[in-house]
């Protein structure tokens, strides 16, 4: 079958200014060659720490941010370079849930706004119609349909994301971007959205890219995991290989520094010796050398390239496997 998303080569380079002066330009390379794809009803987890371009390369193929290298298929067609209204007609395939259901939502509307506006642009959908459709998908992610007169403010965080996520589903996507769309809910109710995103998965055939720093969060949904750092994708591999025998010496800290035992701790930092290097001056060669326990001299010149290990894992080492 073919992918709901494919992206190959994905480069997402920006200019920044610097120096007292603001005169010098540098050049952050934030997403640097992500080639990936994403099976209908398939979840992929891209994980990484914090300023490791999974977001951007979320946003990218959302078509938020124009890449500057790469192509992006959505189910087969491409539009990398589709003017918004060429664009538009993609976008109701592909949609997103966001990190914080306080900033992401207008407090000012009712929830049957929010949920509504989409089906008005796209569908041309009005009255009883629109409401009778906005009501089914509240009662669909847990929500009461006499919510959608309540304004965004009155809802908690956990119902603001159900919320987010009656919105992305009103016009049937088959693919659904959620960029660290539960890292803002208390632990108890992270694993609630969890399980209805995994329903409607089910149900739907909906895929998802799920971007990520949790690997708690990861575990539960995902059934493949990308690895990023730096910009590039270091290892990717079924859920069961990256947790039980990840290759990689990045996936390798990550996993031995997850799962935190107090959820509280939790933060995007992960523990690892060495700061993570700027993505505006990456290191030469491998980029993860100057943190890596096992670098040899060779890490330091060569890049190594993402190779297929394996069925379906591939990792980007030289001295692994
Ligand atoms: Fe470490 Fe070298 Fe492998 Fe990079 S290529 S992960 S530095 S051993
Ligand atoms: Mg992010």
Sequence with gaps: ???VVAVQGLQKYFPVQRGILRRTVATVRAVDGVTLAIAPGETLCLVGESGCGKSTVGRLILRLMQPTGGRILLRGT?????GEAAMRPHRRHAQMVFQDPYASLNP????GMIVGEPLENYDDMAGADRRAKVAALLERVGLRAEAMHKYAFEFSGGQRQRLGIARALAL???????????SALDVSVQAQVLNLLMD???ERGIAYLFISHDLGVVEHIGHRIAVMYLGQIVELAPKATIFAAPLHPYTE?????APIPDPRARTERIVLEGDIPSAMNPPS???????????????RTEAPLLRQVAA????ACHLRP
Excluded: S, Y
């Design 1 to 3: 079958t073919e992918p």
């Design 78 to 82: 491409d539009v990398t370079t589709l």
């Design 108 to 111: 000012r509307l009712t929830a």
């Design 172 to 182: 049937d996507p088959g693919l659904i971007v959620a960029d660290e769309a539960v």
């Design 200 to 202: 409607l998965q089910e």
């Design 253 to 257: 800290a990550l996993i031995a520094a």
């Design 285 to 299: 060669g491998c980029r993860f050398h100057t943190r890596c326990p096992i670098a040899v001299a060779r890490c």
């Design 312 to 315: 379906g894992h591939a990792v």
